[in-house]
C-alpha cells in the first residue's frame, strides 16, 4: 500500500485546512486509516483514526475541531478536516493505513504550518 498526502500550507490561528490521502496498491486489503502528526522535537502522535466502518477516534487535543472521514466505498481516499487551527497544531502530518495483517503503512507527510 502506498499513501500520498496533500493539503498542507500555511494558515493563520482560527483558519481551517484540509488534508487527503490517496492509498494505492492493495487498496481492498486496508482496514483502519488515520493520521499522525510530529512537531519539532516531539514524539509523532495520534491525530485521528477511522476504522473500515467508520469508527473515529480523536485525542482531546483535536476532539471537535478535526474531522476524519474515508471513502468506504473505494476504500482509497482518507480525509482531515482541521477546523480552528492553533499555532499548536504546526506539524509534518502523515497518513497511515493499517491492513488485516497488522502492518502499517505510512505516507511521506505533509507540512501543516499555522501563524499567530
Known amino acids: 500500500v502506498q499513501l500520498v498526502e496533500s493539503g498542507g500550507g500555511l494558515v493563520q490561528a482560527g483558519g481551517s485546512l484540509r488534508l487527503s490521502c490517496t492509498a494505492s496498491?492493495?487498496?481492498?486489503?486496508?482496514?483502519?486509516m488515520g493520521w499522525y502528526r510530529q512537531a519539532p522535537g516531539k514524539q509523532r502522535e495520534l491525530v485521528a483514526i477511522?476504522?473500515?466502518?467508520?469508527?473515529?477516534?480523536y485525542p482531546d487535543s483535536v476532539k471537535g475541531r478535526f474531522t476524519i472521514s474515508r471513502d468506504a466505498a473505494k476504500n482509497n481516499m482518507v480525509y482531515l478536516q482541521m477546523n480552528s487551527l492553533k499555532p499548536e497544531d504546526t506539524a509534518v502530518y502523515y497518513c497511515t493505513a493499517s491492513d488485516f495483517g497488522s502492518r502499517t503503512f505510512w505516507g511521506q507527510g505533509t507540512q501543516v504550518t499555522v501563524s499567530s
Open positions: 496498491g492493495s487498496i481492498f486489503s486496508i482496514n483502519a
Open positions: 477511522i476504522s473500515r466502518r467508520g469508527n473515529t477516534n
